[in-house]
């Protein structure tokens, strides 16, 4: 049974290419336009989003981390200046955002502390146990087979360790739910075309987003894969859902 209706999203039908294949164009073209689109489509919002993350992973005082899906390495550099761990390793699967991320990285003085790296989120070069903590902003939605990609980061996790993820996620509330569904479905969709010239990014992610399963179905999904004590928490009226499990 197919436990992940995202894996059939993609970000153009028409191509020939893998989820996978398309996913890391995609994120190659608007790299340069990404922190910003980021920043401005949630109004800041999410800046706070990852504070709350970090805040639980900084919880087991973890010294080794890893970043899935890094990208431009915001989540990443934020951890260091708060958790101040020895090292943290991220990797992506689009070289573009991984580039902007190294130069923040060393515009920041980070380079001893952070490291990033190409890698598949479903086949990660890593010891079994190696990280403390494994963590992961906006990324597991865009997994080509969701269960493999959390199988992978639950091997890579020490016993005792916790893996962190931040997802998007629909509110519930009257009122909000009908006004956070138009701003998604056509207010996003068409600003981040304009900003970013990429016809299909921004409207792959509320696609990605409505069949994505969310708060306890995905809790259901870790536990499925290896870890306990999956825990949901909703943020910003339910926006976006903070997970939190254990190895």
């Given at each position: 049974m197919q436990s992940n209706p995202a894996a059939k999203i993609v970000p153009d039908a028409a191509s020939n290419l893998s989820k996978k294949a398309q996913v890391a164009d995609m994120f190659n073209n608007i790299a340069?336009?990404?922190?910003?689109?980021?920043?401005?489509?949630?109004m800041g919002i999410d800046k706070g989003w990852r504070k709350k993350a970090i805040a639980e992973v900084a919880q087991i005082k973890p010294q080794a981390?890893?970043?899935v899906a890094t990208g431009t390495g915001d989540m990443a550099i934020a951890a260091a200046r708060t958790i101040r761990p020895k090292r943290i390793t991220g990797v992506d699967i689009a070289?573009?955002?991984?580039?902007?991320?190294?130069?923040?990285?060393?515009?920041?003085?980070l380079q001893q502390v952070i490291s990033l790296q190409t890698g598949d989120s479903e086949s990660m070069p890593f010891a079994n146990g190696?990280?403390?903590?494994?963590?992961?902003?906006?990324?597991?939605?865009?997994?080509?087979?969701?269960?493999a990609g959390l199988t992978e980061m639950c091997r890579v996790l020490r016993p005792g360790g916790k893996v962190v993820i931040l997802e998007f996620s629909h509110p519930t509330r009257p009122g909000i739910k009908q006004l956070?569904?138009?701003?998604?479905?056509?207010?996003?969709?068409?600003?981040?075309?304009?900003v970013s010239k990429h016809s299909k990014a921004y409207t792959y992610l509320p696609e990605s987003v409505m069949a994505f399963p969310e708060g306890k179905k995905f809790c259901e999904i870790l536990l499925q894969c290896g870890f306990k004590d999956a825990k949901a928490r909703p943020l910003t009226f339910g926006v976006t859902t903070l997970y939190a499990a254990e190895k």
């Open positions: 340069g336009r990404y922190d910003f689109l980021n920043h401005f489509l949630s981390i890893l970043d070289t573009g955002m991984l580039d902007v991320g190294r130069k923040k990285i060393a515009d920041k003085n190696e990280f403390d903590a494994v963590m992961c902003a906006y990324g597991v939605r865009n997994f080509e087979h969701l269960e956070y569904s138009f701003y998604f479905r056509y207010i996003l969709p068409t600003l981040g075309k304009l």
